[in-house]
């Protein structure tokens, strides 16, 4: 589950372009119908109407009471809205202790996140709903006596992120059932021992179109570039360079709305790990612990707006998007893929 960067848009800005891009009316402009770029075929995912702001409508499964959960968990109060009211404090440069007792235990937390991944890919099919999948990981994660880590993370609602077709990140688990030719990306992140393990890929339903499964690969092997960037005493900013050089000359851009993390016993907290060209200051070290998670859009266009759930990102022209996540652990000699 990635981090979202400010500025985003306001749920007022996203009425007008749910109304812009909905629209049947005869005065439609066609100047601008002639700018539409032709991403393929597929079913575009907007807000139901009438709309419902944020989403404490929505009932949170539950889990036992004697697994271990992160601090915004334990603390949770539905009356609480702030963002500081549910992020968790670090301190320090967030480094394991290579050999140590702690990457054991970072190292079992991002091997269950990889098995819940895909396990979350087995389950998808046409017909199926993401609330159904929700359901599934959810009773998975806890029977490995293990954190849902999106649940009532800053209040999301639900134990994983699914995000389909123009989706680009944070889609909220619900009851529309999966279509033939839809993408769904399922983020998942657990809690176990003490540690949070992160990880998501983007699956095809049935048949898709052949833009959507080369969307689909460019954004593998954007991740692929990624973590060849890595090892220690590498800039972090490298990262962002090697996906920009392989990006840039296709039909595809880079969301520049969500980065990279680090990870460890706290979800978000730095290094920041950003897609894009970046000054971002830093070195990997030894112990460095890390999300590379891009966001790859169809177009020339990457920018968002959020539904009225607060959470879902949508690409503004509906285009649509697609994510690969691995956690990265820098060690003495190069790097290892924890998810992989």
């Known amino acids: 589950m990635n981090k979202l960067l400010p500025p985003f848009l306001s749920p007022l800005i996203c009425r007008s372009f749910l109304k812009r891009y909905v629209t049947t009316s005869p005065a439609f402009d066609s100047d601008q119908s002639r700018e539409v770029e032709d991403f393929g075929t597929y079913n575009v995912i907007l807000p139901e109407e009438p709309f419902v702001w944020g989403v404490s409508h929505i009932t949170r499964r539950s889990v036992p009471s004697h697994i ?5 968990a334990v603390r949770h109060d539905p009356s609480m809205s702030s963002e500081t009211d549910h992020e968790q404090q670090y301190e320090g440069d ?4 290579l ?6 235990r970072v190292r079992a937390a991002a091997k269950l996140a990889k098995n819940v991944r895909q396990y979350a890919g087995s389950l998808v099919q046409p017909g199926v709903t993401t609330n159904s999948i929700d359901a599934a990981i959810h009773k998975f994660i806890v029977a490995h006596e293990a954190y849902p880590s999106p649940l009532l993370y800053k209040c999301f609602p639900r134990s994983c992120c699914t995000s389909v077709n123009n989706v680009v990140s944070h889609g909220i688990p619900d009851d529309r059932p999966l279509e033939d030719g839809d993408i769904v990306n399922i983020d998942v992140t657990i809690y176990l021992n003490g540690y949070h393990g992160d990880t998501s890929s983007t699956f095809l339903v049935g048949n898709v179109d052949e833009p959507g499964r080369d969307l689909v690969q460019m954004t593998n092997t954007a991740l692929e570039a990624g973590i060849s960037a890595c090892g220690p005493g590498r800039p972090f900013n490298g990262i962002g360079r090697a996906i920009h050089e392989l990006v840039r000359n296709t039909c595809h851009s880079v969301c520049p709305a969500f980065a990279g993390h680090g990870i460890g016993t706290v979800f978000h907290r730095p290094p920041w790990i950003y897609h894009t060209l970046n000054e971002e ?5 030894p112990g460095h612990c890390f999300t590379i998670e891009p966001s790859l859009v169809q177009g020339s266009n990457p920018s968002v707006w959020i539904f009225p759930d607060g959470w879902t990102a949508s690409t503004e ?4 998007s697609a994510q690969a996540e691995h956690m990265i652990l820098i060690t003495e000699t190069g790097v290892d893929v924890l998810t992989q």
């Not at 050999?99 to 054991?104: A, H, L, Q, R």
């Not at 022209?317 to 649509?320: G, I, Y």
């Open 94 to 97: 967030g480094r394991i202790n």
């Open 99 to 104: 050999g140590s007792i702690d990457e054991k």
């Open 281 to 285: 200051p830093g070195v990997m070290l």
């Open 68 to 72: 271990i959960r992160p601090k915004y």
């Open 317 to 320: 022209n509906c285009a649509r």
